[in-house]
C-alpha cells in the first residue's frame, strides 16, 4: 500500500518576502517564491495540454500573489497579479514544487539561458 501524501497544515502567504510557505504533516516546510510558482503554475497555459507542449514563462521576477484560494480538500488557486489565476496547486504538486525546488530552478535557468541572444546563432 502506497505512503498517504503529505497534507499541508499551515499555508501562509508572506507578501513582504514574496513567498508562499507551506507546512506539511510529515514536518516538512517549504519556502516557494512567487517567481517559480508562478513559471510552474500547473495551468494548461503553462503546462500545455500534453508531454512537450510545455511553455516557458519569462519575465515573472515581480510577480505577487493576491490570493491562495482553498479549493476542495486537496489543493489551493492562487490568483497571480499578473491576472493569471488558472491552474490548481494540489498538495501533491505543491509537496513536489518545494522537493525539488533546487532541480527545478536549475533547470528553469538552463532553459532561460539558452534563449539569451548571446547563445543564439
Do not use: C
Not at 514574496?18 to 510529515?26: A, C, G, K, N, S
Not at 516546510?29 to 513559471?39: A, Q, T
Not at 516557458?56 to 492562487?78: D, S, T
Not at 491576472?83 to 536549475?106: F, I, S
Amino acid at each position: 500500500m502506497p505512503a498517504p501524501e503529505p497534507v499541508p497544515l499551515e499555508i501562509r502567504l508572506r507578501r513582504t518576502a514574496r513567498l508562499l510557505e507551506v507546512t506539511f504533516d510529515d514536518g516538512s516546510r517549504f519556502e516557494l517564491p512567487f517567481e517559480y510558482l508562478r513559471v510552474y503554475s500547473p495551468s494548461a497555459e503553462v503546462k500545455g495540454h500534453g508531454p512537450g507542449q510545455e511553455t516557458l514563462v519569462f519575465g515573472k521576477e515581480a510577480v505577487g500573489i493576491r490570493a491562495v484560494e482553498p479549493v476542495g480538500q486537496y489543493a489551493v488557486k492562487l490568483v497571480f497579479d499578473d491576472g493569471h489565476d488558472t491552474g490548481l496547486y494540489t498538495w501533491k504538486y505543491l509537496y513536489e514544487l518545494g522537493r525539488d525546488r533546487p532541480a527545478k530552478w536549475a533547470q528553469y535557468q538552463a532553459r532561460i539561458q539558452a534563449l539569451a541572444p548571446s547563445n543564439r546563432k
